[in-house]
């Protein structure tokens, strides 16, 4: 089961995907503690999935102390960078510190196996250079490559659009036009759908 929680000021989607009492949460975003406390009531939380290192993704990283943290190995420096991470910008301070984080650096088309699922990690830079998405099922968690017609925004730290378009190509390549996508921002959405997203086109 995949269930989305809103957060912050940005409006951030989390996920948490479940199975047997046990659940993996992506991207925990800003204005975090109510839902950590809710999922960790249900779930014993075996990981935490980062598609991307921006402070909306991952400031809630700090209510799962002890829990291993999956994130591209082009943007664990995010982890504790506040420039790249946009903590500077936004005027916060950065919550974590190397060597407190249980960090498991993922790589293009890895394959984990939790909770009972395989999860396939594809490498999709262009809204920073760290952005992956991962699969399982028929399900795509995008981050903010991917939004319902349209994508994330490229002009921030190592953001490059020429990049961010051949990511987008190679998304709707990868998979089939009955998965289903789910995007860090705004309305789930599909495959089918976005093989007509202006960006791509």
Known sequence: MIEKVVTGSFFTNSYVI???????????????????????EKYDVEAIFITHGH??????????????????????????NPSLSLYDMMGMRIPFKKGELEVRVVNDLDTISLIGYEFKVLHTPGHTRGC?????????????????GSCG???????DSMKLVKSLK??????????DVYP?????????????????R
């Open 18 to 40: 479940s199975n047997n009492g046990k659940c993996i949460v992506v991207d925990p975003g800003l204005s975090y503690a109510n839902a950590a406390s809710m999922i960790k």
């Open 55 to 80: 402070m909306d993704h991952i400031d809630g990283i700090k209510y799962f102390p002890n829990v291993p943290i999956y994130i591209h190995k082009d943007a664990e420096e995010f982890l504790y």
């Open 132 to 148: 992956v998405c991962y699969s399982y099922g028929t399900k795509v968690l995008s981050g903010d490559a991917l939004f319902s």
């Open 153 to 159: 925004r490229t002009d921030l730290p190592t953001g």
């Open 170 to 179: 190679r998304i709707i390549e990868a998979y089939p036009d009955n998965y």
């Open 184 to 200: 860090g921002h705004d309305e789930k959405t599909t495959i089918k759908k976005e093989r007509s997203n202006p960006y791509i």
